[in-house]
């Protein structure tokens, strides 16, 4: 298999673990009538909320072989899949019902998705970032992710749940390239030259960063707002940091470039409806028998 195969296919792996990560932890949370330290005591101890820990760290080991292989402009923008994934999860395992609507924008979205990285064409060797533009490249995202989170406050519920919702798509696209250059390292060093590397440290602050923000936007507002923000954000953040940091190219002809733009445009569009044509919760809906006819 080609380094690109590798990159996409384990990019496709990213996007299923994640979905099957939060789908088993959002059932183990959801599950019982539990309050206080005993809901804790009982998710802590529910099968599925362990298992997803499980799924998320295969995630992680997963992202991290796809960023090796492959551009970080290849592999980010594929992660907008994990939306398509947990829809066919909702319907083969809770077996939702989900509408025309749900489907249709789902498919939208992966015509689009394709198109997008197809005409984009992301390619090239990555080279290792310099120092300055290590330093300039994290500058910018903690100044802007600075700035979110002062948008954040006093605002409405929506506006405060769409500040931090794209205050961690740059979190993640940050994290994304912490990932890309630790698992360089620890390829050429093993795991001594792992740990004695600054980007294993930078990917921990810049994951725990977004893991916050994340939970603040879930908390602040409604999903439908924060997860398309994270969703479509986070691919278009880390194309402009693999072409800027790594020297990733693009086809950058006007018709490519044309293309290109109305493909997102129809790609965001397809994650805002799909968001929204979801249900709020993964419980399966249950078919309500018709009542019989009595002869008496």
């Not at 402009?73 to 083969?92: F, H, M, Y």
């Not at 725990?208 to 707002?225: F, H, I, K, M, S």
Request: no cysteine; hydrophobic share 55%.
């Amino acid at each position: 298999m080609t380094s690109t195969g590798v990159a996409v296919s384990f990019a496709l792996l990213t996007a299923l673990a994640n979905a099957t990560a939060v789908m088993m932890q959002h059932v183990a949370t959801a599950a019982g009538a539990h309050r206080g330290w005993a809901w804790v005591r009982h998710v802590v101890r529910h099968p599925l909320w362990l298992l997803g820990w499980v799924g998320m760290l295969g995630s992680l080991v997963f992202q991290a072989i796809a960023l090796h292989a492959g551009p970080l402009s290849l592999v980010q923008p594929l992660l907008v899949s994990e939306l398509v994934l947990a829809l066919v999860l909702r319907r083969l395992w809770r077996r939702q019902r989900l509408s025309r609507r749900a489907w249709a924008s789902a498919g939208v979205t992966t015509l689009a998705l394709a198109t997008v990285l197809v005409v984009m064409d992301p390619h090239g060797v990555a080279r290792a970032p310099t120092r300055a533009a290590w330093v300039t490249t994290t500058a910018v995202s903690v100044l802007a992710v600075g700035a979110l989170v002062l948008v954040a406050r006093g605002a409405g519920p929506a506006r405060r749940a769409a500040s931090f919702a794209t205050a961690t798509a740059v979190l993640w696209a940050l994290e994304a390239t912490f990932i890309k250059s630790a698992t360089d390292a620890l390829v050429a060093g093993g795991v001594a030259g792992l740990v004695t590397s600054w980007p294993l440290y930078a990917l921990i602050a810049a994951g725990l960063a977004g893991l916050t923000t994340e939970q603040l936007a879930l908390r602040e507002g409604p999903l439908r707002v924060s997860q398309p923000l994270i969703v479509i954000v986070d691919p278009l953040v880390s194309v402009l940091y693999g072409v800027g940091l790594f020297h990733e190219r693009l086809a950058s002809s006007p018709g490519a470039l044309a293309v290109t733009a109305l493909a997102v445009v129809a790609m965001s569009a397809g994650v805002v409806v799909m968001t929204g044509a979801v249900p709020e919760t993964l419980v399966p809906e249950v078919a309500i028998p018709a009542p019989r006819n009595s002869d008496t």
